[in-house]
């Protein structure tokens, strides 16, 4: 449970400058020439990786170490942000260097998150799982919400190389949390086969025919996908107005997302049962 606690902070903090750097590339890449096309790359590059690598992604991690695949995807985010920090202080940094780094971000990511999610099964007792996951997704709210604030309140300071630094110091603190953590072996009923794409396909076949067949667990899918997509174009939509907001005549905006958080907050005390 500690070690839980321990990986939790670790990430939270990492995925608060993940966020960070997020929207304040994507104020970079705005304000180079008011290009809402080149921003909404930058978006599709953010999460298309992601979305076309996750089935597999899930099936690789089953297999692996799940601590290492965190600690893997993590340096490879770490490396990647380094590098267009270089970048930036060299003033060499491009557009197109932003869509490759982000997506390959995106790809790591989709082993991150998966090992992430069922660590919670390896780490915290059964009893625990409603609350440990909630927290888990709460993290990601965190970041969503306060990040924007966060970044149109730094980037006005440090620049965007300011935030890049410290994006690289929430993956160092990420990453001593889970060299720190040590995760329990995993008691399998039968051995691991190598992964060959053949059985990858097979499972993810089985994944899909197992999600259909549940009726709940349907609508759900449907339900994330549909929110996912209409989040990707609302961020079209409202980024670009909102990229001064921090000017104290759109605080108001700030106070709005800070409004969806406490709901967000309310509805775990109420829905998970929280203390």
């Known amino acids: 449970m500690q070690t839980f606690l321990l990986i939790w902070i670790g990430q939270v903090v990492s995925l608060l400058g993940t966020k960070l ?107 625990q799982y409603s609350r440990m996951n909630g927290m888990v997704q709460i993290s990601r709210g965190i970041a969503r919400v306060i990040s924007p ?34 995760f329990p072996k995993i008691k399998r009923t039968r051995p691991t086969k190598p992964p060959q794409i053949r059985r990858l396909l097979q499972e993810m076949q089985f994944a899909w025919r197992y999600i259909t067949k549940r009726p709940g667990l349907s609508r759900l899918l449907l339900f994330m996908s549909t929110n996912f997509f209409s989040v990707g174009i609302l961020e079209v939509v409202f980024w670009p107005p909102n990229f001064r907001f921090w000017v104290p005549g759109r605080v108001r905006v700030c106070a709005l997302h800070w409004g969806q958080w406490l709901a967000a907050g309310q509805y775990c005390n109420d829905g998970l049962g929280w203390p």
């Open 149 to 182: 604030a966060i970044a149109g309140f730094l980037i006005g300071i440090l620049g965007i190389g300011g935030i890049l630094i410290i994006d690289f110091s929430t993956f160092l603190i990420a990453m001593s949390t889970l060299l720190v953590a040590r």
């Open 21 to 127: 750097t997020e929207f304040a590339l994507g104020i970079w890449v705005y304000q180079q020439n008011q290009s809402i096309s080149q921003l909404a790359l930058v978006i599709l590059f953010t999460y298309l990786p992601n979305t076309l690598i996750s089935p597999i992604a899930g099936s690789l991690v089953d297999r692996w170490d799940r601590r290492w695949a965190m600690i893997l995807s993590d340096a490879a985010a770490g490396i990647g942000t380094l590098i267009i920090g270089a970048l930036v202080l060299t003033n060499q940094l491009e557009i197109w260097h932003i869509y490759l780094a982000v997506g390959v971000n995106s790809i790591f990511n989709a082993f991150q998150v998966p090992a992430y999610t069922a660590a919670i099964s390896q780490l915290t007792p059964a009893s």
